[in-house]
């Protein structure tokens, strides 16, 4: 084993030094056999100075062969704890930081996280398909059940809102995080995972059997209009196989409503597959617009990619994005601001303009290694700085969004470029918005009200607060309701019927003013939760996006403006 891991150590160092940009792979990443476009396991017969990069690498690989025998070999006879020794672990932290030198985004995995990579990539993952969410019950933390997906597992079991997750397999689950207790959860398609659960409904302990099956996960869980003529497609959850076609359903379906402009949400959107961000982009621009140029080493593979489309969509349109709004979706936000397709409103993406390249290895393993840069059509290329090396400062203070030492926004580091009606653009560090505005945000004593307001929902939801039998859930949920301004509401009598329920509670002591000064936002938390045991997560998630979302409401305030930026683009993009 530890020759075979020695071995695998070396060949990647071959592959950092010689494999060529040949394929891609957006943040979140390309399985090798799904895609005309997918990833290639070794390099092109034929590639430029093939022969000489291999004797290079040879000459270095034996100096660094020589060293890490050594290392390993004293290791091994003087370390204090050397029988100790897991070396899954020394050699799988070896490769991560020969990896982590080049760039962040280049890195390994072992079988079982390759295995997850490739599920993030499709349109569906194992399970029992159902939300599950960490909550304060008394002085304990415990994980309840917070929504089922339609024709899942867990929704044929039974289950719902507030069920409380006692054990996994025999094994107890109290204390335990939410990821925790979904990893417990998730397993091969056709196993039986064992729960026992306090029931919502009457609080009795049961035991139940459910067998792991496919469970849908569109990367466009919703679509609707927010108010007469105005559209709104959520694709918040990346690209994947099959974006493009989610998203001209969903025109189809706005359009049969009487859309005429729309709102398209690409926020925490990690990105995918560039093929995927090609094609949505497409959707939008006429034909031979250039969507992205793509540069590889040694111009090996440089490719360019044109819109293909002879009747776009044409709808006026406004892109929301965030900090976490990253590489595919950043492709598309970029395309759209270039060409003056769209206005881009919220906050300056993440900046990823690196490619990666999926290499699966032996024994189920793989690695992402960056092979490529993609550039915007103005020319600019959004990566945000690494050269410091440094992961912290990298995720959390790079891009457009870090401030120097008076507090202030750095200025764009790239070079300025302009888009079709000759507005300046920068790269150096994500999209930066046209229209910018900060979300929705929660303050400590706001993030404390989180588990009340939920453990209150669960009470009222199965009839336990008096005078309120209206809000009772006892039917099936209903997947398809459109909701309405006036669905589920919160009342004067509800809410001072909270305040009675909180004052119950000792461990919240929390004052009567305090909660009175937090109102509204006590309201929008009890009736997304009132809202999600009826109707599911993906309905009650408009309870935010219509009620108190200011990015949103930005994005429809400026509809008007993106609307003439759209119409000079296209009397820009026609002058000889």
Known sequence: MKKILSNVVLTLLVLTLIVPGFIFAQQRVQTPSRSTSSSTTSPAPGYPGRKSARANAGNATAVVERDFDDALRLIQEQYIDGKKLDYNNVFKSTIIGMLRSLDPHSNYYDREEFDELKTDQRSEYFGIGASIQNYNYGDQMETFITATFANSPAGRAGLRFGDRILEVDGVKMSGKTSLEVRDKIRGPRGSTVKLTLERAADKRTQKIDITRDAVPQPSIPDAYMLKPGVGYIDMTRGFNYTTTDELQDALERLHAKGMNSLVLDLRNNPGGFLDQ????????????????????????????????????????????????????????????????????????????????????????????????????????????????????????????????????????????????????????????????????????????????????????????????????????????????????????????????????????????????????????????????????????????????????????????KARDLAMGGAHASVQP
């Open 277 to 560: 961000a090609i094609h949505v982009a497409e959707v939008f621009l006429k034909n031979g617009q250039l969507i992205l140029t793509q540069k590889g080493r040694n111009g090996f593979r440089d490719n360019t990619y044109e819109s293909r489309n002879s009747s776009p969509d044409l709808t006026p349109l406004v892109i929301l994005i965030n900090e976490n709004t990253a590489s595919a979706s950043e492709i598309v936000a970029g395309a759209m601001q270039d060409h003056d397709r769209a206005l881009i409103v919220g906050q300056t993406s993440f900046g990823k303009g690196l490619v990666q390249s999926i290499i699966p290895l032996e024994y189920g393993a793989g690695l992402t290694l960056t092979s490529a840069k993609y550039y915007t059509p103005s020319g600019r290329l959004i990566q945000r700085d690494y050269s410091n090396g440094g992961l912290y400062d990298y995720y959390l203070h790079g891009g457009m969004n870090r401030l120097n030492k008076k507090g202030e926004a750095v200025k764009p580091a790239g070079p300025e470029k302009k888009t079709d009606t000759g507005r300046a653009v920068f790269g150096g560090g994500g999209i930066s918005p046209d229209e910018s505005i900060k979300p929705r945000t929660m303050n400590l004593t706001q993030r404390r009200l989180l588990s009340p307001t939920f453990n209150f929902a669960r009470e009222l939801v199965n009839g336990r607060i008096r005078g309120f039998d209206s809000y009772r859930v006892q039917h099936d949920i209903d997947f398809l309701h459109e909701l309405k301004p006036d669905d589920l509401q919160v009342t004067d009598a509800l809410f001072k019927a909270f305040k009675d329920f909180a004052a119950d509670d000792p461990s919240l002591k929390l004052p009567e003013v305090l909660l009175d000064h937090n109102r509204s936002f006590i309201e929008l938390e009890l009736r997304f939760n009132i809202v999600t045991a009826a109707y599911g997560r993906v309905v009650a998630d408009r309870v935010f996006i219509t009620t108190d979302d200011p990015q949103v409401a930005k994005a429809v305030d400026v509809l008007p």
